[in-house]
């Protein structure tokens, strides 16, 4: 009825404007803090929430525990609910909002089903009111009743709808559960008999649920890539640090240690009743071997899981004043600035400058780049470390151009790999313009302005011609046709690397840049 | 038994260097502990103390003018010792910057290994330096540089003393985008253990051959010529040279510095090579 009509009725009605997007947000609240009980929780509705507790009920001491503790917990959060555990989706929603039970939870054993289900009215099977109102004109009062009927007459009669909603019920068609987050592979719950606040009971129980991750991990051989801790305050709010490493990590000082430096970002409220530490991304690992002493012959250890507890410090056969090794730091590095702020410069087989050294993130595995040769333990014992080979840089040289001033002769100038000329160590994404001026077609610039100043060209090198890759897809770099490279020097001393872009004598007009700066 | 004291040499002289070196040690006990990295070059090794560049100490190194918008000198001088440090130290290099313009052939032109370097970047400066202590107190971390602007002394100890503690070698590179902030910061103090200033200087010409077998000078650039300055250097006083980069036939990459023959008299003849004596080295300041 209308709320003018309510009130007139009852003139001391108390009402309150409805907000149905708050409600929903507090709902999903809710369902992310049922997670505590399993992974696998979603809103439902506008004031439901599924649970898929297969293979978690054990851990509350059974189904019927478990209902009693979430009932405890949503009373203490003020929340008033009905729960009801059974073997299929759709009747565990019956069950919950049409059983007589009363306050109490309802648990339907697998095999009860059926007969539990039959004595509800057909508004249980979650069907539309115009459907339920149709079923009920017929006569079909009662689940039981619907399901005696011929089911193609139901499908014919009432739409597909209704005979679908009775086989998930019934547990003869399956019905997934769509989790609200990516379910993760490995899980590890700590609770509190007394909710704790305190940032120090925090980083112990972060250390201990480390551990007890790692041990897990250990045993199947695997590492963890991402990490969710996620802390389950008492009024019913759910904080998470999210982490990931560079490469699969089983280290449980190394995690925890990533865990704690970015507690203080959490607040812990009135109090934290669990926490729960889940991998997300989990790599094989295999173990490593350790020396005599406990320290690893790898030199950049891992500790070996089997090692005693009181072993297991961190810093246990690193330098003085150092702590852990390259991949943890980049683990901290990255965690702190994002894995995408470290980078390694690789070579690429390209003459184009801004193709041949490359930027690829560091977080791809590969050790050896790590490591230039044995460690020294090794190499004082006799082992020579092979020599330092740079990146074999052999693009195709460019063709040169007709006249020659300044060859490449004599000396080498060049750098180690032969036969191209040197290259600058800065080099400017994207080149920058400059106008110049010059007096043959093919010269250097003999006067350039550049970054507002002006240069006057006294010594030049060139040209040396980079044409475009004629065998790279069109769409793969901002490469103009062809560039004439010249390596200028200006009365002070400064070393510019200067390019033409265009062909002298073209129709369009030639430009100009600076690509880099030599030291 | 008191006899005469015949550890005391006779000799007044020969006392002076023992006792000299007595109190540097006394002063700075940590100053040199982790070893020496020599140029290669004997005129910048004598004004060093201990004869070469301090391992486990902060290195600051500054661009002269232009430069230090670019940075493009300095990170060719910290390249060139790098390359040699990297021989003599296991682990990677942790190169911290806030803007990726570093190339790797020309870092391979300088005998660095590209290989061997990871970049860090940043967008701020407090977590630069704060990416540089972590490198500095790990091991498996043979170099640590930072490009930074400000710099303040505060941080400046904090990376010397990590550096002491570790072993790990710091360098940084002063890198502005503003030249009157530069201006400004360029003569701050901080707690670097050297001080160096890089500027461009002219290159000689080189003699060129063409294919007939005549020689003929040409104009085009020889090899890069610097002005090195040693700012401030604790236990060593300032000192500066004009130095020319060259890049050695032998393989030995060490001798990547050379002195040039004959940069004493300038202006540059224009006829190629003079016959002056190596010695002949302007030693300023």
Known sequence: MPLADALSFLPGLATVAAEPAKDAAALLRLAEWCDRYSPWTAPDGIDGIKIEVTGCAHLWGGEDALAADLIARLDRQGVTGRVAVADTLGAAWAFARFSQTGERPVVVWPGKTRAGLAPLPVEALRLDPATAQGLRRVGLKRVGDLYAMPRDAVTRRFGEAAARRLDQAYGDLPEPLSPLAETPARRIRLSFAEPIADPADLALATGRLAEDLVARLVLEGLGARRLVLAFHRVDGRVERIVLGTARPSRDPNHLAALFKGRLDTVDPGLGVEDMILAAFAVEPLGPEQIGFAGASINPHPHPFHSLPRERRRVGEGAKEGTSGNVAALLDRLGNRLGLAALLRLEARESHIPERASVRVPAALPSPPLLRSGPSRALRERGVQAPTVTLPDQRGREGEAAGWVRGQWGGERLIGRDGGKPPRPVRLFEPPEPVEAAWLLPDDPPFRFTWRRRAYRVRRADGPERIAEEWWQPDESGVVDAIRDYYRVEDEEGRRLWLFRAGLPGGGHPLCWYVHGIFG | ?285
């Open chain 2, 1 to 285: 038994m008191i006899g005469p004291s015949s550890k005391m040499p006779r000799d007044p002289l020969s006392v002076l260097p023992m006792l000299r070196d007595q109190v540097r040690r006394l002063e700075r006990p940590a100053a040199t502990a982790h070893g020496v990295l020599p140029f290669g070059a004997a005129a910048i090794d004598r004004a060093l103390p201990g004869g070469g560049l301090a391992r486990g100490a902060l290195h600051e190194v500054l661009g002269a003018g232009g430069d230090g918008e670019d940075g493009a000198l300095a990170a060719a001088f910290v390249a060139g010792i790098l390359a040699r440090l990297v021989t003599a130290v296991d682990g990677i290099v942790l190169w911290c910057l806030a803007r990726p313009d570093l190339h790797g052939a020309g870092l391979a032109a300088c005998g660095l290994d590209p290989a061997r370097l990871v970049l860090v970047r940043t967008a701020r400066d407090s977590e630069l330096l704060w990416a540089m202590e972590e490198g500095l107190r790990t091991s498996g971390v043979a170099a640590v540089v930072g490009e930074v602007g400000a710099f303040p002394a505060v941080a400046s100890r904090r990376l010397q003393l990590a550096a002491e503690r570790s072993g790990v070698t710091a360098f940084v590179l002063r890198r502005w985008c503003n030249g009157g902030q530069a201006a400004r910061e360029r003569n701050l103090p901080n707690a670097a253990a050297t001080r160096w200033q890089i500027a461009a200087l002219p290159s000689r010409p080189v003699t060129r051959f063409r294919e007939g077998g005549d020689s003929r000078a040409g104009s085009g650039i020889g090899h890069p010529c610097w002005r090195v300055e040693l700012l401030r250097c604790r236990g060593g006083e300032p000192a500066g040279w004009d130095v020319e980069v060259r890049e050695g036939k032998m393989v030995d990459a060490t001798d990547i510095v050379s002195l040039a023959e004959a940069l004493a008299d300038r202006p540059m003849a224009p006829g190629g090579g003079d016959t002056s004596p190596p010695e002949a080295i302007r030693r300023v300041g």
